[in-house]
């Protein structure tokens, strides 16, 4: 699917006056699914993530690429013991840690009590919306 897309930024602070922008073409797809083959949509319940520089919510859509190796400093997917969570994947000396954006939730060491970890994909884009309820009601599993 394409949208229009107008190469500009727009202020958040106060308005300039507008320049003329030409609308340029930008296919979402692969913008936010570029290795379709190994890419998925995932959906965020709960608050660990929120509050952070990540901009993670609660009931925000994922964009996750299994494709890219994981490295220090992504928001990864990975299953621990057995359940997914989204977590940032931080490297301190030779360990690896789980580290939620929200202080409120404990890190997990990797190799520590949880040995079973397995990273399934990295975090490639955030999609949230401005006007809640809206996309539960458009995104269901069939």
Not at 62 to 67: E, F, G, P, T
Request: glycine share 10%; charged share 25%.
């Amino acid at each position: 699917m394409w949208f229009r897309f107008f190469d500009s930024m727009v202020p958040a602070g106060f308005p300039s006056p507008a320049d003329d922008h030409q609308a340029l073409r930008l296919d979402l797809n692969r913008l936010l699914l570029p290795h379709p083959d190994s890419s998925y949509l995932v959906r965020v319940m709960g608050e660990s993530m929120s509050g952070g520089e990540s901009g993670i919510r609660d009931g925000a859509l994922l964009a996750v690429d299994c494709h890219l190796q994981a490295q220090h400093d992504d928001v990864v997917i990975a299953v621990v013991e057995g359940g997914f969570t989204v977590k940032r994947l931080l490297r301190r000396g030779d360990t690896w840690f789980l580290v939620p954006d929200n202080p409120s939730y404990p890190e997990v060491r990797i190799g520590g009590e949880f040995d079973m970890i397995d990273v399934w994909g990295v975090v490639t884009h955030v999609v949230t919306e401005t006007r809640r309820g809206r996309l539960a009601t458009r995104v269901r599993v069939s």
